[in-house]
């Protein structure tokens, strides 16, 4: 019970990952705000206005929070579940390429395992896509020189990744290494990771609406400036403090929606793709040491 206790506690406390560090500036000068009102009330200047809060209910401004912090959360748990599903599709697919895809002669395996690592490759092109970078010495590992080379003028890599996989499995179909039903089995996986990198675009490319980011943050500066007026009469010289404290929860919970709404970026609190990545790269490692039993069964036949 101590250990969770202590947990609890250093999350609490914790400073990477959370908004402090972007809005303290804003504590500080909101909090400066009452301690200035606080001094004007001390030499009995006419500065409590309890009145003020009837200007900006709070139960409007917190319900304008909550939908921005829901929409927020939804563009990241939608990317979320579009990775997830790109990974199960990349499992699907890798393992139906290196069961199904018959090997007639010895260089196959090599061509089967080389297509196996383009899923990765699509997946990591497509995290270096939205977060606006180049193809870099990660993809390169995975493809051929002269694949990577093509790569680096592309405008959008994992499109052209997506195509030599499907070149691949039509190259195998007109060898008939697969069969129709196979071949249309794993081009309908290739056209699922294809949609989950517009899904990716769609979000990364649809942002907040202006006018609706502008309002907000007007009426959380404008209700945070009023604060003051309202609570000086009973806080007197506490009353920077505790404006100080709110603006915390206010402008956070602002912060909060902005940090995830794009949740494709390097910061804390955006998805870990590269985790991700890491993770199909050695589930096709894993792959690629097992040896498919119906090729076993096929030589035996032969023989």
Not at 153 to 158: A, E, F, L, R
Request: hydrophobic residues 45%; aromatic residues 10%; contains cysteine.
């Amino acid at each position: 019970m101590t250990n969770k206790k202590m947990h609890w506690l250093q999350v609490a406390l914790q400073i990477r990952g959370s908004v402090i560090t972007s809005i303290y500036p804003r504590l500080i000068w909101c909090g400066l705000f009452g301690v200035f009102i606080s001094l004007l009330y001390h030499f009995k200047l006419p500065v409590s206005k309890p009145f003020f809060e009837v200007i900006i209910p709070s139960i409007v401004l917190g319900l304008l929070l909550v939908f921005r912090t829901n929409t927020a959360y939804e563009r990241f748990w939608e990317g979320r579940k579009i990775w997830g599903n790109m990974v199960n599709n990349t499992r699907n697919l890798a393992r139906q390429i290196w069961v199904s895809v018959e090997e007639i002669t010895p260089e196959d395996r090599n061509k089967k395992i080389s297509a196996l690592y383009l899923l990765v490759a699509f997946a990591v092109a497509t995290k270096l896509h939205l977060r606006g970078e180049a193809v870099n010495s990660e993809v390169e590992e995975l493809i051929q020189p002269s694949k990577y080379i093509k790569l680096k003028t592309m405008n959008n890599p994992p499109l052209e990744v997506a195509f030599w996989i499907g070149d691949y499995l039509q190259h195998q179909y007109d060898r008939n290494c697969i069969n129709t039903y196979q071949l249309t089995a794993m081009q309908e996986l290739l056209n699922k990771l294809v949609d989950s990198l517009g899904a990716c675009e769609r979000i990364l490319k649809t942002p907040m609406p202006l006018a609706y980011s502008i309002h907000l943050k007007q009426l959380l500066l404008l209700y945070c400036l009023l604060l003051p007026f309202q609570l000086v009469h009973e806080l007197g010289f506490l009353t920077g403090f505790i404006v100080a404290l709110i603006s915390f929860t206010l402008f956070g919970i602002e912060a909060i929606a902005l940090e995830i709404e794009n949740p494709f970026g390097y910061d804390a609190n955006d998805l870990p793709l590269d985790t991700i990545c890491n993770t199909m790269k050695r589930n096709i490692d894993d792959l690629t040491s097992l040896t498919p039993s119906v090729k076993f069964h096929k030589d035996n036949i032969t023989n």
